[in-house]
């Protein structure tokens, strides 16, 4: 422990200096405030004795330039004075002093309070380690999750030329969403969409959606029916998760025409077919277990077919709408679900969100947040789409020498007879 003592007098720097170096305690020495300041810019001092009268710098005006030069870990300053007055103590405090030593000097009183702010010293010292620590794995865990992030949101995001079609809010419960949107266009123009919902939020949670992304958009691109997506995803997602992870999703294919609609649904809420005005006009429920639950030889490909038109929206959401409690542990529920999607013409995923929210009423968000809304419009003139199924032009033509040409006489002649 290293011990600085601040004196403009000799007798008591040399004084308390014998009565410390007989416990072993290294000391340094000062003639006042100033040259203390320099002293402890230099060397790694422990406790401060700093007298109160001294010339150049008093004790007064050293200490609260030290606490603020030193304040990470805690610096005992003790203040060696022979003043009685109750406003000198209360200065002596005011200024940063932590303790006082009376002049004259008694050695058991001394040891036993270097001794007892050497221990708090040493708890600060371990304090402000663990602190650093702390604050550099926290560092390290933020970094780490902006690159996650920052791949996750390249990886996902493929919404952007869609917007006339889509309308979609996802609000995740912590930073990384286990809730995931993905949307893509087949080579004859069909929107692909898929709304999913993996167990729990967090990154946890979302870890599965990098995989689930990249078999989404190779098997669209390739022109598969939803149940052959909905099919890959449930035998990746069985081999990848543990055994108490899964997804529910709802994968859906809008025609080019956007007159009718395709859907494979497991595990997620209700879907609702509405009107401008809100009003359902047909409910979707889900026909089978989420994806990830059922082996390969179980798995359940019954897809649902619906017709729709220009005027109507497909509305999908996650379980964390309808399941939102405030703080009485009300439900939002479907009935309110229902009445929101009424409350406003054309009413916006952000709308449906903000609703939640304020039903919510400060109540932490417990899970993920997902609402997509899919306005059933044709995604390529009737033209095109005939187009796109015209006949195609082709030409076949057979080589034959004239060895082959007569065994097929041959042959033909022993038919007729």
């Known amino acids: 422990m290293h011990v600085l003592i601040v004196d403009d007098q000799a007798l008591n720097r040399i004084l308390l200096s014998k009565m410390l170096e007989q416990e072993g305690y290294k000391i340094s020495l000062a003639y006042n405030g100033l040259d203390a300041i320099e002293v402890l810019k230099k060397e790694p001092i422990d406790i401060v004795l700093l007298d109160v009268l001294m010339p150049i710098m008093d004790g007064?005006?050293?200490?609260?330039?030290?606490?603020?030069?030193?304040?990470?870990?805690?610096?005992?300053?003790?203040?060696?004075?022979?003043l009685e007055d109750q406003a000198s103590f209360e200065r002596c405090l005011a200024v940063g002093g932590?303790?006082?030593i009376h002049k004259p000097f008694e050695k058991v009183i001394l040891h036993a309070k270097i001794k007892a702010h050497s221990r708090t010293r040493e708890l600060s010292k371990k304090a402000n380690q663990q602190k650093k620590l702390l604050e550099y794995h926290h560092n390290q865990i933020e970094r780490e999750h902006e690159i996650i992030e920052h791949i996750f949101n390249n990886s996902l995001e493929n919404q952007g030329k869609f917007k006339e079609y889509l309308d979609f809010n996802l609000s995740p419960a912590s930073m990384f969403n286990g809730d995931m949107f993905l949307v893509a266009q087949s080579p004859i123009g069909n929107l692909y969409c898929m709304l999913g919902d993996f167990t729990g939020h967090g990154l946890a949670a979302a870890i599965g959606a990098l995989p689930v992304s990249r078999v989404f958009y190779t098997m669209v691109q390739k022109g598969m029916a939803v149940n052959d997506i909905a099919s890959e995803l449930n035998t990746l997602l069985y081999n990848l998760l543990p055994g108490h992870m899964f997804c529910a999703a709802t994968i859906i294919e809008l025609s080019a025409s956007g007159k009718s609609i395709s859907a494979w649904m497991g595990g997620l809420p209700d879907a609702y077919l509405i009107d401008k005005n809100g009003n359902v006009k047909q409910t979707l429920e889900s026909q089978h277990m989420a994806l990830g639950i059922l082996d390969e030889q179980e798995f359940e490909y019954e897809v649902i077919h619906f017709e729709t038109n220009i005027d109507t929206r497909l509305v999908l959401a996650t379980d964390g709408i309808i399941e939102t409690s405030n703080e009485?542990?009300?439900?939002?529920?479907?009935?309110?679900?229902?009445?929101?999607?009424?409350?406003?013409?054309?009413?916006?995923?952000?709308?449906?969100v903000n609703d939640v929210t304020k039903f919510a009423d400060g109540t932490k968000?417990?899970?993920?947040?997902?609402?997509?809304?899919?306005?059933?419009?044709?995604?390529?003139p009737e033209e095109q789409e005939r187009e796109a199924f015209s006949t195609l032009a082709f030409n076949l033509s057979l080589s034959l020498n004239s060895e082959q040409i007569k065994k097929q006489i041959q042959c033909t002649t022993l038919l007729i007879f």
Do not use: H, W
Request: hydrophobic letters at 40%; glycine letters at 2%; charged letters at 25%.
């Open 328 to 352: 009485e542990d009300i439900y939002f529920g479907e009935e309110r679900f229902l009445q929101t999607l009424k409350n406003k013409l054309m009413i916006s995923s952000e709308d449906i």
């Open 98 to 100: 932590d303790d006082f």
């Open 60 to 82: 007064f005006e050293a200490a609260e330039k030290i606490k603020q030069q030193y304040n990470e870990v805690y610096l005992p300053i003790i203040f060696i004075t022979s």
């Open 365 to 380: 968000q417990q899970d993920d947040l997902s609402i997509v809304l899919l306005n059933c419009l044709p995604l390529v």
